[in-house]
């Protein structure tokens, strides 16, 4: 019985035996344990062998089966319990066999393990970036025998892996690898996926960018990415294949990653040092460029202010010249400092593009040197100027090296094309004033001289030594001679060959000659359309001989016939062709041919009427003298009326100003000119020019110092700075405060101001008047925020000599410490947000409205000329009155009946009735309405006709604005009282 229990016991023993070996061999915690499945198996067998060896213990078993079973049984069971003891074994030496493996892996993914630590070590030193890849791939190849390797880098400029190590690789494979695409590859794909890819055979990039077969039968791809940028890739290749598992990608990724970062990091110091230099040089930058701005700015009073700006711009950025590009009529023009090269087609072309589209360009010439590398020969950088009437931009050339600019560059560039375009304007201001001054001198020589009743040939020839010496080189004058039979031929040609039109004949009635010598009036053509349809009214053959004056493609844009006469005779015609003129231009020598033409004719006319009275004062009266020094006048009372129109604008740019007053100064010499050669007796009272800042008047004087500060539109020098400056001027009248004061205290209070607000602030400069004083307000504020509207409704006022006791530090307020002046500023905060100065309006002055006395002045004007009658309603309706025109003296007749008018304005000499019957008829009927006679010719005019009819006052052409306004203020004086 203790055997049966001791047989029971040792199956239990040995599943317990099994369970312990189990758990401490850790069967079950790793599915890959090897001897497992064995060891179980046996351990399965042996139980049912021992439990096999129970059964046949217990009593009466000898009796469950025949006798000859039991030896077979027995057999059966002694099999079992073998089978299993030799799986056991199986197991326990299979699992040992596992373990020694293991061991060795371990051992292995020890050494790899410290692969990152020993690089670490290494690169504790100053590595480039290349010498950090070879460590780099030479510490993972140690741990991978017999493999090779390669760490790539992107460059995705030019599209492409860039080999940056290679390790274990023979030539040719490395040739291989350095023309590698960035294109659909494995290395491409592992990049962009950012995660390692585990490959068989790896394949190299042949010729013609084929696949080529390699030795290596296994590949590993670990991605070099850092904060999200892709760096890169390292490539293990090994010749067996399946070479790298999981376990290798698992130890591996810390060391590319930490490669990244190296790499990343490498960049960043690399770009902050990069950035670090261009800030000193930065530095060194801003001081030339604040140095070349002041240099720029004083150069803008010069008549070649854009030349000399360009020419002090050589250097910039390694500019070895700049110009500006403008696009006239599709054709490319280049103007500006530093040597000027032929361009060629091709450039030509290109700029002419660069400058259409107005935006920043960089256009490289390029060449291939000796070894078929592209390098740079010419880099040309092109940055737009500000709009104008023409595409316009600012053109830099660069030798051997192309641009790099960026944004700072750019701005910087454009503050400097602002200064270019302002000094553009100004050129043309300057030259266009010197031109005109030299226009008015040649007219003035054409009244001077000896003239001995010269012939009509000598008279033209004559004409044209002087008109040559102002038109531009590129244009051509023709004089064409008139004929008994109305007939004209050439008398001389300039600025191009006289042969063309040596044969050449106009017969009478023929194109614009016979028509302009018909009516005696000029005739300009202005466009080219304009100027082929002229052309076209000559004979084909004339046509085509006017055609040959010009090339192909500089036919003229801009045509005058002004006709030159004698008495009542026109001698001949004067063609003056010019082949680029714009709108501005065109005005300009529409002015100047007809005065000098009428002038001209004029001097003729007189010096023939002289001769004819051997020597005796000349009978103006004589036909044709009259009018024509009428018509002359009249042109000039236009131009000084519609100029003196002009300056009383509130907005108007101080260089405009000093260019309306010079033209109204030029007029004037010439009309006094006139005056001495057709032997006018009278003196008119002459106007002093309007001085530009006015006197007493804040506007203009406010206008003036800003001017001088000014750089382009809204852009000023104010506080040692650049400031955007609004200004805001109201209607407002004169003050007590002296002019030479008032700028002082200006220049002091706006530089004040300037400097101690933000850089980022826009400053609003506002006048206005309220209640008997002017108002100046100075404010700031924030872009796309409105300004401070009306300090005078909220300001804290206070005398200025008393404010100046309070606060000694805004010493601007020195100026005004005598002065009737008042001051309030922001008291909220350190930085003001306005300052507000308010002045008396100056009393004792007479206003020239008419609100005072109750009712508007009726004017009713009367003259056959329209230009006349346009310039004395605009005079009249600028100082606030309503004004009735006549063209003729009827129907200014009919307008006097009709209505009762307190003033009448009458020229003198009309076709169908003199004004002094206008007159006459007038004050018969209305013998208290003030009339004034206007004439451009005093002879005939008596003063006792004029007592007679009513006139009190004669207005001589050409006149001001300031003579009519004299004229209304004593009319209105009158009414009033």
Same mark, same amino acid.
């Given at each position: 019985?203790?055997?049966?229990?001791?047989?029971?016991?040792?199956?239990?023993?040995?599943?317990?035996?099994?369970?312990?070996?189990?758990?401490?061999?850790?069967?079950?915690?790793?599915?890959?344990?090897?001897g497992r499945y064995p060891f179980l198996s046996g351990t399965a067998l042996l139980t049912l062998a021992a439990i096999w060896h129970a059964i046949a213990t217990t009593p009466g078993y000898d009796r469950w089966f025949v006798i000859n079973a039991y030896r077979t049984l027995d057999l059966l069971e002694f099999c079992v319990f073998l089978a299993g003891l030799a799986l056991v074994a199986l197991g326990l030496h299979r699992y040992a066999e596992s373990q020694?493996?293991?061991?060795?892996?371990?051992?292995?993914?020890?050494?790899?393990?410290?692969?990152?630590?020993?690089?670490?070590?290494?690169?504790?030193?100053?590595?480039?970036?290349?010498?950090?890849?070879?460590?780099?791939?030479?510490?993972?190849?140690?741990?991978?025998?017999?493999?090779?390797?390669?760490?790539?880098?992107?460059?995705?400029?030019?599209?492409?892996?860039?080999?940056?190590?290679?390790?274990?690789?023979?030539?040719?494979?490395?040739?291989?690898?350095?023309?590698?695409?960035?294109?659909?590859?494995?290395?491409?794909?592992?990049?962009?996926?950012?995660?390692?890819?585990?490959?068989?055979?790896?394949?190299?990039?042949?010729?013609?960018?084929?696949?080529?077969?390699?030795?290596?039968?296994?590949?590993?791809?670990?991605?070099?990415?850092?904060?999200?940028?892709?760096?890169?890739?390292?490539?293990?290749?090994?010749?067996?294949?399946?070479?790298?598992?999981?376990?290798?990608?698992?130890?591996?990724?810390?060391?590319?990653?930490?490669?990244?970062?190296?790499?990343?990091?490498?960049?960043?110091?690399?770009?902050?040092?990069?950035?670090?230099?261009?800030?000193?040089?930065?530095?060194?930058?801003?001081?030339?460029?604040?140095?070349?701005?002041?240099?720029?700015?004083?150069?803008?009073?010069?008549?070649?202010?854009?030349?000399?700006?360009?020419?002090?711009?050589?250097?910039?950025?390694?500019?070895?010249?700049?110009?500006?590009?403008?696009?006239?009529?599709?054709?490319?023009?280049?103007?500006?400092?530093?040597?000027?090269?032929?361009?060629?087609?091709?450039?030509?072309?290109?700029?002419?593009?660069?400058?259409?589209?107005?935006k920043p360009m960089i256009i490289n010439q390029e060449t291939t040197d000796q070894g078929g590398r592209t390098i740079v020969v010419r880099s040309n950088l092109i940055v737009p100027l500000p709009s104008g009437p023409v595409p316009q931009s600012l053109l830099l050339r660069k030798e051997g090296a192309p641009f790099e600019v960026g944004e700072r560059e750019l701005r910087i560039l454009d503050l400097l094309g602002q200064i270019v375009f302002a000094a553009?304007?100004?050129?043309?201001?300057?030259?266009?004033?010197?031109?005109?001054?030299?226009?008015?001198?040649?007219?003035?020589?054409?009244?001077?001289?000896?003239?001995?009743?010269?012939?009509?040939?000598?008279?033209?020839?004559?004409?044209?030594?002087?008109?040559?010496?102002?038109?531009?080189?590129s244009g051509i004058v023709v004089a064409f001679q008139r004929h008994e039979d109305a007939s004209y031929t050439t008398s001389g040609v300039i600025g191009a060959d006289p042969s063309i039109l040596r044969e050449t004949v106009i017969a009478a009635g023929e194109g614009l000659l016979s028509t302009v010598g018909a009516t005696r009036e000029p005739y300009f053509a202005v466009g080219k359309k304009s100027v082929l349809e002229a052309f076209e009214t000559f004979?084909?053959?004339?046509?085509?001989?006017?055609?040959?004056?010009?090339?192909?493609?500089?036919?003229?844009?801009?045509?005058?016939?002004?006709?030159?006469?004698?008495?009542?005779?026109?001698?001949?015609?004067?063609?003056?062709?010019?082949?680029?003129?714009?709108?501005?231009?065109?005005?300009?020598?529409?002015?100047?041919?007809?005065?000098?033409?009428?002038?001209?004719?004029?001097?003729?006319?007189?010096?023939?009427?002289?001769?004819?009275?051997?020597?005796?004062?000349?009978?103006?009266?004589?036909?044709?003298?009259?009018?024509?020094?009428?018509?002359?006048?009249?042109?000039?009372?236009?131009?000084?009326?519609?100029?003196?129109?002009?300056?009383?604008?509130?907005?108007?740019?101080?260089?405009?100003?000093?260019?309306?007053?010079?033209?109204?100064?030029?007029?004037?010499?010439?009309?006094?000119?006139?005056?001495?050669?057709?032997?006018?007796?009278?003196?008119?009272?002459?106007?002093?020019?309007?001085?530009?800042?006015?006197?007493?008047?804040?506007?203009?004087?406010?206008?003036?110092?800003?001017?001088?500060?000014?750089?382009?539109?809204?852009?000023?020098?104010?506080?040692?700075?650049?400031?955007?400056?609004?200004?805001?001027?109201?209607?407002?009248?004169?003050?007590?405060?002296?002019?030479?004061?008032?700028?002082?205290?200006?220049?002091?209070?706006?530089?004040?101001?300037?400097?101690?607000?933000?850089?980022?602030?826009?400053?609003?400069?506002?006048?206005?008047?309220?209640?008997?004083?002017?108002?100046?307000?100075?404010?700031?504020?924030?872009?796309?925020?409105?300004?401070?509207?009306? +300090?005078? *409704?909220?300001?804290?006022? /206070?005398?200025?000599? @008393?404010?100046?006791? %309070?606060?000694?530090? !805004?010493?601007? =307020? $020195?100026?005004?410490?005598?002065?009737?002046?008042?001051?309030?500023?922001?008291?909220?905060?350190?930085?003001?947000?306005?300052?507000?100065?308010?002045?008396?309006?100056?009393?004792?002055?007479?206003?020239?409205?008419?609100?005072?006395?109750?009712?508007?002045?009726?004017?009713?004007?009367?003259?056959?000329?329209?230009?006349?009658?346009?310039?004395?309603?605009?005079?009249?309706?600028?100082?606030?009155?309503? +004004?009735? *025109?006549?063209?003729?003296? /009827?129907?200014?007749? @009919?307008?006097?009946? %009709?209505?009762?008018? !307190?003033?009448? =304005? $009458?020229?003198?000499?009309?076709?169908?009735?003199?004004?002094?019957?206008?007159?006459?008829?007038?004050?018969?009927?209305?013998?208290?309405?003030?009339?004034?006679?206007?004439?451009?010719?005093?002879?005939?005019?008596?003063?006792?006709?004029?007592?007679?009819?009513?006139?009190?006052?004669?207005?001589?052409?050409?006149?001001?604005?300031?003579?009519?306004?004299?004229?209304?203020?004593?009319?209105?004086?009158?009414?009033?009282?």
């Amino acid at each position: 019985m203790t055997a049966h229990w001791a047989a029971i016991a040792v199956p239990i023993l040995l599943v317990l035996a099994a369970g312990f070996v189990a758990s401490r061999l850790r069967f079950f915690e790793d599915s890959a344990t090897a001897g497992r499945y064995p060891f179980l198996s046996g351990t399965a067998l042996l139980t049912l062998a021992a439990i096999w060896h129970a059964i046949a213990t217990t009593p009466g078993y000898d009796r469950w089966f025949v006798i000859n079973a039991y030896r077979t049984l027995d057999l059966l069971e002694f099999c079992v319990f073998l089978a299993g003891l030799a799986l056991v074994a199986l197991g326990l030496h299979r699992y040992a066999e596992s373990q020694l493996a293991r061991q060795d892996e371990l051992k292995t993914l020890e050494g790899k393990l410290t692969i990152q630590e020993n690089l670490q070590q290494e690169a504790r030193g100053h590595f480039q970036l290349l010498e950090l890849l070879n460590v780099t791939l030479k510490e993972l190849l140690i741990h991978f025998p017999g493999s090779a390797g390669a760490a790539f880098l992107v460059n995705r400029g030019k599209g492409q892996l860039i080999l940056g190590a290679g390790l274990g690789l023979t030539k040719n494979e490395t040739a291989g690898l350095e023309k590698y695409p960035l294109g659909r590859n494995l290395i491409t794909h592992a990049i962009e996926d950012g995660a390692p890819v585990i490959a068989g055979a790896f394949e190299f990039a042949g010729e013609h960018g084929r696949a080529a077969e390699s030795r290596f039968g296994s590949s590993l791809v670990l991605p070099l990415i850092s904060g999200g940028e892709k760096i890169g890739a390292i490539v293990l290749l090994a010749e067996p294949p399946r070479a790298f598992g999981r376990i290798d990608v698992r130890y591996l990724i810390p060391v590319a990653q930490w490669l990244a970062e190296r790499i990343l990091a490498a960049r960043l110091g690399r770009e902050l040092s990069v950035a670090k230099s261009q800030l000193e040089a930065g530095a060194q930058d801003t001081d030339t460029i604040l140095s070349r701005l002041h240099q720029a700015l004083q150069e803008l009073a010069s008549p070649e202010a854009d030349v000399l700006v360009c020419r002090g711009m050589v250097g910039l950025y390694g500019a070895a010249s700049v110009h500006v590009c403008s696009l006239q009529s599709g054709r490319l023009q280049i103007v500006g400092g530093g040597p000027r090269e032929e361009l060629s087609e091709a450039l030509r072309t290109a700029l002419i593009d660069a400058v259409d589209r107005h935006k920043p360009m960089i256009i490289n010439q390029e060449t291939t040197d000796q070894g078929g590398r592209t390098i740079v020969v010419r880099s040309n950088l092109i940055v737009p100027l500000p709009s104008g009437p023409v595409p316009q931009s600012l053109l830099l050339r660069k030798e051997g090296a192309p641009f790099e600019v960026g944004e700072r560059e750019l701005r910087i560039l454009d503050l400097l094309g602002q200064i270019v375009f302002a000094a553009m304007r100004q050129s043309e201001i300057v030259r266009r004033d010197l031109s005109r001054r030299a226009g008015f001198d040649k007219v003035i020589a054409l009244l001077s001289g000896p003239f001995d009743n010269r012939t009509s040939e000598a008279a033209l020839d004559y004409f044209l030594a002087q008109i040559q010496e102002v038109i531009p080189p590129s244009g051509i004058v023709v004089a064409f001679q008139r004929h008994e039979d109305a007939s004209y031929t050439t008398s001389g040609v300039i600025g191009a060959d006289p042969s063309i039109l040596r044969e050449t004949v106009i017969a009478a009635g023929e194109g614009l000659l016979s028509t302009v010598g018909a009516t005696r009036e000029p005739y300009f053509a202005v466009g080219k359309k304009s100027v082929l349809e002229a052309f076209e009214t000559f004979h084909p053959e004339n046509r085509h001989l006017l055609h040959r004056l010009f090339d192909e493609n500089q036919l003229p844009s801009f045509a005058a016939f002004c006709p030159i006469g004698r008495s009542e005779t026109v001698i001949g015609i004067a063609a003056i062709l010019l082949p680029s003129v714009t709108p501005e231009e065109a005005a300009e020598w529409e002015r100047l041919l007809t005065l000098a033409g009428g002038l001209y004719s004029l001097r003729l006319t007189v010096d023939a009427v002289r001769s004819a009275q051997s020597g005796t004062s000349a009978d103006f009266s004589a036909p044709g003298v009259s009018g024509l020094v009428n018509d002359i006048n009249n042109h000039l009372s236009a131009v000084i009326g519609t100029a003196g129109l002009a300056l009383n604008q509130e907005q108007l740019s101080g260089d405009m100003k000093a260019e309306l007053t010079s033209i109204i100064a030029e007029a004037e010499r010439a009309a006094n000119v006139l005056k001495r050669v057709a032997d006018v007796g009278v003196e008119q009272p002459q106007h002093p020019v309007t001085p530009i800042d006015g006197s007493g008047d804040i506007n203009a004087s406010v206008d003036g110092v800003l001017q001088t500060a000014r750089i382009s539109g809204d852009l000023y020098m104010a506080g040692g700075r650049a400031r955007e400056i609004v200004r805001r001027f109201g209607r407002v009248n004169q003050t007590a405060l002296g002019t030479s004061v008032f700028r002082q205290f200006f220049e002091s209070v706006i530089d004040r101001f300037a400097s101690a607000i933000p850089d980022d602030d826009i400053m609003t400069i506002s006048t206005y008047e309220r209640e008997g004083y002017v108002y100046l307000d100075i404010s700031r504020h924030r872009r796309n925020f409105p300004p401070v509207d009306h +300090v005078s *409704t909220f300001g804290d006022y /206070e005398i200025a000599e @008393r404010a100046l006791h %309070a606060r000694p530090a !805004d010493i601007f =307020l $020195t100026h005004l410490a005598s002065e009737p002046c008042f001051y309030a500023y922001d008291r909220i905060g350190s930085t003001p947000a306005y300052l507000s100065f308010k002045f008396p309006v100056q009393t004792g002055g007479h206003q020239v409205a008419d609100s005072h006395f109750g009712r508007t002045m009726k004017i009713l004007a009367i003259d056959d000329q329209p230009v006349i009658l346009d310039l004395v309603s605009a005079m009249c309706q600028s100082m606030g009155y309503r +004004v009735e *025109t006549a063209r003729s003296g /009827e129907e200014g007749l @009919r307008l006097a009946a %009709a209505d009762r008018f !307190d003033l009448v =304005l $009458t020229d003198l000499a009309m076709p169908d009735m003199s004004g002094m019957e206008v007159a006459r008829r007038i004050h018969r009927q209305y013998p208290d309405t003030t009339i004034v006679l206007i004439t451009g010719w005093e002879t005939g005019v008596d003063s006792g006709q004029m007592q007679e009819a009513g006139v009190s006052q004669v207005l001589y052409k050409p006149f001001r604005i300031e003579q009519l306004a004299d004229v209304v203020k004593s009319t209105s004086a009158r009414l009033a009282l």
